[in-house]
């Protein structure tokens, strides 16, 4: 099925790595944005742009055309923004892409609506170009991102909040101590080697334990175990 002809989604000249290239479609208003990111992940091993689009309109057409496998996403877009373009993916049929949200603010207002509708992670778009095809690759792995920036302003915020619960709610009672220790540190932005090391554990057992976590709460990443246990009161900022 073609994109919406008000939208149109545009197939990128990509080049396959050895094995199965990331797929990644860019959605973002800009259109030197779009070129840019497009030449800069094109030129790494292992990672394919498969298209473009200029806006959030005619979405779900586009990923089910182009198959990608992480979606570059920006926050604010005239027509459909990128928080309902990330709720219209996170609805479709079968398993979703990966969505990293691109924003040019550390503390946009956005963040935890987004978080909530499914999206990754988040991606200042100044960020250096590093940052942009290792942010790719660690979502497209599975794991998720957060700018330090932005973690900062997620922890900020939820220490200017006037109530948080003062103990772990009812949510978390299907999970072991040592799963919410490992969640605490997730929390905490540790990766699962700096976990295994903190608690004495093999990475691959941290891995399972985060899988684990992720079933029982049914949560579909990492991002949104931090948010959980923020919103839980398992972590408390500060703390």
């Known amino acids: 099925m073609p994109p919406a002809p008000d939208a149109p989604a545009h197939d990128v000249p990509g080049h396959d790595a050895p094995g199965r290239a990331i797929r990644v479609l860019i959605v973002d208003d800009q259109s030197m944005i779009r070129a840019g990111f497009a030449a800069l992940l094109n030129a790494h091993e292992g990672i394919t742009v498969v298209g473009t689009t200029d806006d959030g309109v005619g979405i779900s057409d586009a990923v089910r055309r182009m198959q990608p496998d992480v979606v570059l996403m920006d926050i604010r877009m005239p027509k459909v923004n990128g928080l309902d373009a990330t709720r ?46 290792q942010a790719v690759r660690v979502v497209a792995a599975g794991e998720a991102l957060l700018s330090p920036k932005i973690t900062r302003a997620l922890i900020a915020d939820y220490a200017a909040r006037p109530t948080l619960p003062v103990s772990p709610s009812a949510t978390l009672s299907a999970l072991t101590d040592r799963e919410l220790d490992v969640m605490k540190l997730v929390a905490a932005g540790r990766s699962n080697a700096e976990i295994a090391t903190e608690l004495h554990l093999a990475e691959q057992t ?5 899988s684990r976590i992720l079933n029982k709460l049914d949560l579909r990443d990492r991002t949104q175990m931090v948010v959980c246990a923020y919103e839980s009161g398992l972590v408390r900022a500060g703390r």
């Open 88 to 133: 219209t993916i996170m609805g479709m049929p079968g398993t979703p892409p990966k969505v990293i949200m691109l924003t040019t603010f550390d503390a946009d207002e956005y963040v935890f609506s987004a978080l909530r509708a499914g999206a990754s992670g988040f991606l200042l778009k100044d960020s250096p170009p590093e940052e942009l095809t």
């Open 206 to 210: 941290v891995k399972t334990h985060v």
